[in-house]
């Protein structure tokens, strides 16, 4: 059964720093993983979607890598700032699997 | 576009009733999904769809119903609502044309107490 993890739960750094956050997963057989964001009372919002067979994704500040192999993936945010407060989840689509398994999520506070 | 709407956004309920929680997309997404959020748990999938007339269960399916009559409108339905189903639901849609193409839209979310 697949099993996604994220770590640490929550996480604070001052605004400016870059950071990383952890997902990792059991099963390698996946199709892709996504990343989400989660503001406090609000939907899940998609960040990047990183194909099995892709290393990584990029969007503004944000880099996705997903290594298959080791079950492994991160998101880094350069130049963190107060908007960027949130919940982020990643979530894996196994293959032959019409859902995604999705980790607990890491909750993010940028202080200013 | 309005994307993936979900109704109501809070609803209390008391222990046996019974009520239909409502999601409608105006993507023409073939795909749409109910998941639930609890602390410490994650989402979990609670019933999916791949197009009209087509509905499966996900991994927590039970003491829920669902039906597809429209690619746009995907509603869930608590049969007798028991506290275990406090929860936060969320609709979420994608189109169906393949890993590559999946990625998801969430709705806002339905905030249901069961007393």
């Known amino acids: 059964k697949q099993e996604v993890t994220q770590i640490p739960a929550a996480l604070s750094v001052p605004e400016g720093e870059n950071l990383v956050l952890n997902c990792s997963f059991t099963?390698?057989?996946?199709?892709?993983l996504q990343w989400f964001r989660q503001d406090p009372g609000k939907g899940l919002t998609s960040l990047l979607l990183i194909q099995s067979s892709q290393r990584e994704q990029t969007s503004g500040r944000l880099n996705a890598s997903l290594d298959k192999s080791s079950g492994r993936s991160t998101l880094y945010i350069a130049a963190s700032q107060p908007g960027d407060s949130a919940t982020y989840l990643c979530a894996v689509r196994p293959q032959g699997a019409q859902k995604l398994v999705f980790g607990q999520g890491t909750r993010l506070t940028i202080n200013p | 576009n309005a994307g993936v709407t979900q109704t109501p956004k809070f609803q209390v309920l008391k222990t046996g009733q019974s009520m239909t929680l409502q999601c409608a997309q105006d993507?023409?997404?073939?795909?749409m999904s109910w998941y639930r959020q609890d602390p410490g748990m994650g989402l979990r999938l609670i019933h999916y769809?791949?197009?009209?007339?087509?509905?499966d269960q996900g991994e927590v399916p039970n003491g829920y119903n669902v039906s597809r009559s429209t690619t746009e409108d995907f509603p869930l339905r608590l049969l007798s609502a028991a506290p275990s189903q406090t929860s936060v639901y969320f609709c979420a849609s994608s189109p169906l044309g393949g890993p590559s193409t999946d990625t998801q839209y969430f709705g806002p979310g339905t905030r249901l107490t069961v007393l």
């Open positions: 993507m023409n997404h073939e795909y």
């Open positions: 099963d390698s057989a996946i199709y892709n």
């Open positions: 769809s791949v197009g009209a007339g087509i509905t």
